[in-house]
């Protein structure tokens, strides 16, 4: 099973909209299970941002919203605002049972 | 919502075992499997495994079978994760995880909440 799909880099500056993808296949992103994403800065542990495909994490600013399409997931943050340059991750069950998949990050930058 | 405590930074050499832990605290651990999942250096991640909280169900990815194995110690409410035959490539920051989930319609959501604030693994001779 190879990693989800997700462009390295996304940038924008303050007040923009950017979104980040995160493409599988029918077999993950695409079949029964919901992509959770996660954000992470540098030198801490990941946090939960967005889990059941489209529901905010608790304390997760409503300016970051989720949704689906086919085989690609996508995550959208609004507003953009200098605290949420980080890296971004996506995560599927990958379609088997006890196994899943990370997409390979996407660092955004907030220019 | 609970919180995960991992104990500190590993250096070993190649060839060696490590073994991490994870104290899980506020919340019934009974209810919820536990997932380890490591980073390396300015890398992604990637998912090792998952114990159920009874300790007798496990299941590990396909690149550490044979070398990872997790336990519970359910008189201390903690999880652990051992990986043996270290190589340099195992150099890296490792990181449970409680896992959630819930069926949505005919779909099901699994994710990873909370994390441990992660353990770096060193391997090195």
């Known amino acids: ?40 800065h540098p030198g801490k542990a990941p946090k939960l941002m967005i889990y059941e495909g489209t529901k905010r994490s608790f304390g997760v600013s409503d300016r970051f919203s989720a949704s689906k399409s086919g085989n690609t997931a996508s995550l959208t943050i609004s507003g953009l605002q200098g605290e949420d340059e980080a890296d971004y991750y996506c995560c599927s069950h990958a379609g088997t049972t006890f196994s899943w998949l990370f997409g390979g990050g996407t660092k955004v930058t907030v220019l | 919502q609970g919180q995960l405590v991992q104990s500190g930074a590993e250096v070993k050499e190649p060839g060696a075992s490590v073994k991490v832990s994870c104290k899980a605290s506020g919340y019934t651990f009974t209810n919820y499997w536990m997932h380890w999942v490591r ?22 990815a396909q690149n550490f079978h044979g070398r990872v194995t997790m336990t519970w110690d359910t008189s201390t409410t903690t999880v652990y994760m051992e990986l043996s035959g270290l190589k340099s490539e195992d150099t890296a920051t490792y990181y449970c995880a409680r896992d959630n989930s819930v069926v949505v319609g005919t779909a099901t959501s699994w994710w990873f909440d909370p994390w441990g604030q992660g353990t770096l693994v060193t391997v090195s001779s």
């Not at chain 1, 799909?5 to 923009?16: D, N």
């Open chain 1, 1 to 40: 099973q190879s990693a989800l799909t997700q462009p390295a880099s996304v940038s924008g500056s303050p007040g923009q909209s950017i979104t980040i993808s995160c493409t599988g296949t029918s077999s993950d992103v695409g079949s029964y299970s919901l992509v959770s994403w996660y954000q992470q």
């Open chain 2, 39 to 60: 980073q390396a250096p300015g890398q992604g991640f990637e998912w090792m495994g998952v114990i159920n909280p009874g300790g007798d169900i496990t299941a590990y």
